[in-house]
Nanobody, 115 residues
Framework: QVQLVESGGGVVQPGGSLRLSCAAS????????MDWYRQAPGKQRELVAT???????NYEDSVKDRFTISRDDAKNMVYLGMNSLKPEDTAVYYC?????????WGQGTQVTVSS
């Protein structure tokens, strides 16, 4: 079992920045990959960013060069740095990990980009 708890969401103006954090209840050292997803109202959940154990990363096209995913296995944490935020980034952001073929999700944290 793995519990994931996100934090760091909030309301920010367009062009602003936020840093989301995800705390895992057990060591993430063995997790091959961890991800951030988001779900906007009326839309399907979409993959935003992935980080592999060797620190390789992959991003959804609309967030490339604006978002940065990172992990700190010593602290059992994964982060999502978000810069130059746009209104279309407004969504609930979820942390995800697949461990031994089981998908684990956090409860989500709301990010609202609005003037």
């Amino acid at each position: 079992q793995v519990q994931l708890v996100e934090s760091g969401g909030g309301v920010v103006q367009p062009g602003g920045s936020l840093r989301l954090s995800c705390a895992a209840s057990r060591s993430t050292f063995s997790f091959y990959s961890m991800d951030w997803y988001r779900q906007a109202p009326g839309k399907q959940r979409e993959l935003v960013a992935t980080i592999i154990r060797d620190s390789r990363t992959n991003y959804e096209d609309s967030v490339k060069d604006r978002f940065t995913i990172s992990r700190d296995d010593a602290k059992n944490m994964v982060y999502l740095g978000m810069n130059s935020l746009k209104p279309e980034d407004t969504a609930v952001y979820y942390c995800h990990a697949a461990v031994a073929s089981v998908d684990y999700w956090g409860q989500g944290t709301q990010v609202t980009v609005s003037s």
